[in-house]
């Protein structure tokens, strides 16, 4: 057990470093990312496309995808032992050059395994991603400790690896007789969330855009209005059948109504008790988490997953009082 002090230290420089005025709400904690003994499962999503489902939520998920002409790989994970789990999972099925890899959004757990990939590999991101890639790396190893447990050990071998390929709002790839399309439909769970969307299959890898069946959102940064309107850019842009979120369990659309409602509910509860001029603290106890927004039993085991909703009320309370 990590002692109080380090966790609540280590949470408010992971956020302060990440743009945020505010310190989290009792109840919320960092996910546990420490990928100790964490296997990737690889399930076939359609011809030649792959899932990599984490076998401890939430710890990542990533995927990769087979062409004629070689591979794409979606997320390379928290360091550079995952990184190659990846990797041999690919050359489980193929011997063919991993020709991009593709950085969903910049938190270290999507980045720190770039550099185990080849020399000739592409990373691809989007703009904003590559700027929140851009601090020292002993900078952000130390901000992202807490994500690890305060376990150095699980960041010692990284090393810093940026994107060598950017896009701004759409970029496609043909890897011979598969097409690949990246997205950013603008911001969510952060400024530059991409999502990795295969036609063929009607498949969409989206980062921490979306968490996984029976989830809520985390409202990180950006602010509610723009995820909202990025949500509803998305619903409406893409055919999709299934989606693999950055952690957490595989989903249908469905989750896109469950996201923008609870959303919207949650702004019209926070700017009720703004309008009865209740404290921060008031408004805490006062807006909680509806019954039809439930977390699941599988998933509310989990501190982080049960910590969102208090996170999100105060991240909206505090937008509404910025204005």
């Known amino acids: 057990m990590l002692p109080k002090l380090f966790i609540i230290t280590a949470i ?17 904690v960092p996910p546990p990312l420490n990928p100790k003994g964490v296997l990737l499962k690889t399930v076939p999503i359609g011809s030649n496309v792959y899932a990599l489902e984490s076998s401890r939520p939430p710890v990542d998920n990533a995927g990769f995808v087979v062409g004629e002409n070689g591979v794409l790989v979606i997320d390379s994970h928290i360091n550079g032992e995952m990184g190659k789990q990846i990797i041999d999972a690919v050359r489980s099925v193929t011997d063919k050059p991993i020709l991009y890899l593709v950085n969903t959004n910049g938190h270290a757990d999507h980045t720190f395994g770039n550099y185990v990939f080849p020399p000739e ?23 992202n ?64 855009l979306l968490f996984g069946d029976g989830s809520i959102p985390f409202l990180l940064l950006g602010n509610t209005k723009a995820y909202i309107n990025t949500l509803t850019a998305f619903q ?48 805490l106890k006062a807006v909680t988490l509806e019954n039809r927004f439930t977390i ?26 910025e204005k």
């Open 121 to 143: 590999t592409n990373i691809i991101a989007q703009k904003q991603t590559k700027v929140m890639m851009s601090p020292p790396l002993e900078e952000l190893k130390k901000r």
């Open 12 to 28: 408010a420089l992971l956020i302060t470093n990440m743009g945020m005025a505010q310190s989290p709400p009792a109840g919320f």
């Open 236 to 283: 409406k842009a893409l055919d999709l059948k299934i989606i693999i979120p950055g952690h957490g369990i595989p989903a249908n659309t469905a989750i896109f109504d469950r996201y923008i409602d609870y959303l919207k509910t949650l702004e019209e509860a926070v700017q009720m008790a703004k309008e009865k001029n209740l404290t921060l603290e008031e408004t």
């Open 296 to 321: 699941p039993e599988n998933l509310s085991s989990h501190d982080f997953y049960a910590g969102l909703h208090p996170f999100n009320v105060q991240k909206i309370y505090l937008e509404r009082t």
């Open 145 to 208: 400790l807490v994500l690890v447990g305060g376990d150095k050990n699980a960041f010692i071998d990284v090393e810093k690896r940026m994107p060598n390929m950017t896009f701004d709002q759409f970029m496609e790839i043909d890897l011979g007789g598969i097409t690949i399309e990246l997205h950013h439909f603008g911001a969510g769970n952060t400024f530059g969330d991409t999502v990795v969307y295969i036609p063929a299959v009607k498949a969409a890898w989206t980062g921490n």
